[in-house]
T-cell receptor, first 114, second 113 residues
Framework: NAGVTQTPKFRVLKTGQSMTLLCAQD?????MYWYRQDPGMGLRLIHY???????AKGEVPDGYNVSRLKKQNFLLGLESAAPSQTSVYFC?????????????FGPGTRLTVT | DQQVKQNSPSLSVQEGRISILNCDYT??????FLWYKKYPAEGPTFLIS?????DKNEDGRFTVFLNKSAKHLSLHIVPSQPGDSAVYFC????????????FGKGTHLIIQP
């Protein structure tokens, strides 16, 4: 049981390049999330999904796209990377039932855009 | 506009003593509050949570107190242990609107031997 995994762990991009970050969870969770964390800041929600085939915008969605083609995977895409997207990206998932709203996080992807 | 505020960037506490981490919020639509712990180069891990209809929740050495009238919550860790040294994030979930959590900036807790 790996929980939430993220690929890759590190990446350096040049401005204008594109890339996709992959998040996978093996807990059969319905809800999945992408956050970014910048130095001295809390995590901010980029996009989220409440089930396979659904996506919705969070607090800071501009410059990112997402897809949830399979329940266990949530992809975050950067079509044309900018230096302002240098950050640590965290994926999370949670069970849709109950009232705990507890999210389980992956280890993060550190992205640098030069 | 920060809706969840952790005004202490860092806190140093002696091992065995009580650690108290504070969090203030501005959005009265928040209905659930969570504390996460984060070590360097790792993802946040869930510690403890509290519903807005309660004023206290306890789990082992960790207790969270909620004062709705003051829009304030605190996390108490007693006794503090060296492994508690980490960054602690306060997070909140809002009724309606976008799903997901709103996080504070975090407090770096340092447990001194």
């Amino acid at each position: 049981n790996a929980g939430v995994t993220q690929t890759p762990k590190f990446r350096v991009l040049k401005t204008g390049q594109s890339m996709t970050l992959l998040c996978a969870q093996d807990m059969n969770h319905e809800y999945m999330y992408w956050y970014r964390q910048d130095p001295g800041m809390g995590l901010r929600l980029i996009h989220y999904s409440v089930g396979e085939g659904t996506t919705a915008k969070g607090e800071v969605p501009d410059g990112y796209n997402v897809s949830r083609l399979k329940k266990q995977n949530f992809l975050l895409g950067l079509e044309s990377a900018a230096p302002s997207q240098t950050s640590v990206y965290f994926c999370a998932s949670r069970w849709e039932g109950g009232t705990a709203y507890e999210q389980y996080f992956g280890p993060g992807t550190r992205l640098t855009v030069t | 506009d920060q809706q969840v505020k952790q005004n202490s960037p860092s806190l140093s506490v002696q091992e065995g003593r009580i650690s108290i981490l504070n969090c203030d919020y501005t959005n009265s639509m928040f209905d659930y509050f969570l504390w996460y712990k984060k070590y360097p180069a790792e993802g946040p891990t869930f510690l403890i949570s509290i519903s807005s209809i309660k004023d206290k929740n306890e789990d082992g050495r960790f207790t969270v107190f909620l004062n709705k009238s003051a829009k304030h919550l605190s996390l108490h860790i007693v006794p503090s242990q060296p492994g508690d040294s980490a960054v602690y994030f306060c997070a909140a979930r809002g009724r309606g609107g976008a799903d997901g959590l709103t996080f504070g900036k975090g407090t770096h807790l340092i447990i001194q031997p």
